[in-house]
């Protein structure tokens, strides 16, 4: 069984700029989540999705979007990145909740560096 | 509101104490609370659930609804214990969806020898 990976591990961008994040979930899971995670605080929930839609979204503007693609991994799109968006990006995977265990399987993460 | 409050951002005791992490959550409605752990350099992993009433490396967490709490303790803390700790709830979803973990800001918990 893999585990969730995420690239690129690191990432140094200017503001304006396009940044695309990708994450391969866990084998057999179709449910990824994104987390934003800032210096000191804990990750906080940017947006799920399960085959292929969008199914939940958190308190980001629509600048930040997403993809999930039929062997369920995953992309975070930022656009116009802003200073503050330098963060630590998580991916998580997991079954849908019908399938009883739902625990979330977190990826490494990608560390987003603005400048 | 739904959120999860963890009010010690550092707790450091010497091997051999107990520990408690403090986690207080707020949430209408009947909540699943976990906690996840980061050992340094590692990627954040579940540590426990209280569906489960189990007990991992020693932790234990018990739901307490009328205080709305979700404390984590260890009768006897052990070096390896060193970690970032979070507490987390999740808010359920519609049909499919396994629903957003809304996380604590998280406890650093440091084992002296």
């Known amino acids: 069984e893999t585990g969730v990976t995420q690239s690129p591990t690191h990432l140094i961008k200017t503001r304006g700029q396009q940044v695309t994040l990708r994450c ?7 449910t990824v989540s994104w987390y934003q ?16 839609e969008e199914n939940g979204r958190g308190n980001f503007p629509p600048r930040f ?3 999930q693609f039929p062997n369920y991994s995953s992309e975070l799109n930022v656009n116009a990145l802003e200073l503050d968006d330098s963060a630590l990006y998580l991916c998580a995977s997991s079954l849908p909740s ?12 990608t560390r987003l560096t603005v400048v | 509101a739904q959120r999860v409050t963890q009010p010690e951002k550092l707790l450091s005791v010497f091997k051999g104490a107990p520990v408690e992490l403090k986690c207080n959550y707020s949430y209408s409605g009947s909540p699943e609370l976990f906690w996840y752990v980061q050992y340094s350099r ?5 540590l426990l659930r209280h569906i489960s009433r ?21 009768p006897f803390a052990q070096e390896e214990d ?3 700790y979070y507490c987390a709830l999740r808010a359920k979803g519609g049909s499919g969806n396994t629903g957003k973990l809304i996380f604590g800001q998280g406890t650093t918990l440091q084992v002296k020898p």
């Open chain 1, 98 to 109: 019908s399938r009883g265990n739902t625990e979330a399987f977190f990826g490494q993460g």
């Open chain 2, 82 to 84: 060193s970690a970032m």
């Open chain 1, 24 to 30: 391969s979930s866990q084998s057999g899971h179709n």
């Open chain 1, 65 to 67: 979007s997403g993809l």
């Open chain 2, 42 to 46: 590692q990627r954040l992993q579940l």
């Open chain 1, 37 to 52: 995670q800032a210096l000191g605080q804990g990750p906080q929930f940017i947006f799920q999705y399960y085959r292929e």
């Open chain 2, 54 to 74: 189990e007990s991992i490396k020693g932790f234990t967490a018990d739901l307490n609804k009328g205080e709305t709490s979700f404390h984590l303790k260890k």
